[in-house]
């Protein structure tokens, strides 16, 4: 196992800023996997139209900063992505051998680098980066890199690589292509080189499928127009997971939801869901709508005081059609997460709580069963909290009710104390409930949260 490249950039990914690309022999995959696994990382696996054999994604949590670690494994050399034309040079075997210590992996010799640096910067060059009249940012970027190749490099080593393992880049053509890298090179130089790589590489190319094509560009223009979802589409490898995040007023469960959602996005397909506020369908606005009509005529209770005594017919609607719109996200969270995504979920029905985002009908049931109409709207209501099961992690945030009224100023002091009283006494041990202490200091609850999430992923 070797870095193959991204050696120049060691500060970025040691920083966690960056992928860190390894060449791995198949002969060790096995041995390879087993060491992942024990160091806690998890395999991503890119969608269908980004997936490429003998290339893999592992994400591990650094518990030092909390970031991400991302691996890029090949087991085959393939250069550029998944939208150009690749290559894969079957140079693997030499490579490896070639491997010398470096800052922290085993590195490739100087000339074997010098060589995937030049092939993998010639394919990235496009007929815009021609057309313009000053050369591209990225070719001027990449000058210091390339000297220092050029100067670690052995022209003569360079020459006998070649020769022996890719005749049909021969050296005249990789000084010609070190020569189209320079920013003074002219244009017409500059553009015929990545169609002479091509005939040169012909055999070892792929090019993108028309499928791939216009996925890409259906992406480039949904994030152009602002309705591109961001962050990253992989998924996770072994299967996805709903993640429950519950605990009282004043806990951070919005805050924890929002930074661990940024977090995972890093490397996994994420989407959010606060089932106590789920997205209203127009069955709930039309209720809610009449309901509110029914107040300004006198014919409904319009206190909420005035509802807990005695609901009418359309409040009860009004909480069956909560329960409805509740078990709609529930549904798209757990199709989600079935597709590999990772399904972060607020204020998730749980039986311990619910006050916080369960049956309301429960407690009129006495004068709701009198009727025919009472005893549908409560077997209606049940049967949808029924079918929302439990999460695959359920994750309480457990704060002290006295410090929850200190950070929740913006709700009355008893109504904040007797939600956290509810969550502070429950017991949680029958539920297999991680529990985190949130009355510390928001950096260490978060951290515990990841390490919590990350080894339960």
Known sequence: MLQWKGNWKHARWMAGEGDIDLLVDRGAEAQFRNVLEALGFRRADAPVERRLPGIESHFGLDPVTGRLIHLHVYYRLLLGSYWHVMYRLPIEAPLLQSATQGNVFLVPSAEFELLTFVVRMVQRLSPLDVLRPRPPRWLTSIQPELDA???????????????????????????????????????GARAVL???????????????????GLLRWARNLAERVGTGRGGSRNKVAHGGTVVAIVGSDGAGKTTCTRELAAWLSQGFAVMTAHLGHPPRSLLTLAVGALLRLGETMGVSA?????????????????????????????????????????????????????????PRLDAFAGPLRRTRLGRWLLAAEASYYRRILSPDL???????????????????????????????????????????DAGGPFDDVLARLKAVIWREL
């Open 149 to 187: 190749l050029l100067r670690k490099a052995d022209q003569g080593r360079l020459g006998e690589i070649v020769a022996a393992h890719i005749p049909v880049l021969d050296v005249a053509f990789i000084e010609t292509c070190i020569a189209a890298l320079r920013p003074d090179c002219s244009r």
């Open 394 to 436: 359920l994750v309480v945030l457990r704060i002290d009710p006295e410090i929850a009224v200190r950070r929740k100023t913006d709700e009355p002091e008893e109504y904040v104390r007797r939600r956290g009283h509810i969550v502070w006494a429950a017991d949680w041990s029958a539920t297999g409930a991680h529990v985190v």
């Open 302 to 358: 319009a206190s909420d005081e005035a509802r807990r005594r005695a609901p009418g017919y359309l409040a009860a609607l009004r909480a069956l059609c909560s329960a409805r719109d509740r078990h709609r996200l529930y549904v798209r969270a757990r199709r989600f997460a079935f597709g590999g995504g990772i399904a972060l979920c607020e204020r998730y029905p749980v039986a311990l709580t619910p006050e916080f985002a369960g």
């Open 194 to 212: 990545p169609w002479r790589l091509r005939r040169r590489l012909r055999a070892h190319a792929r090019r993108p499928t028309v499928r791939q």
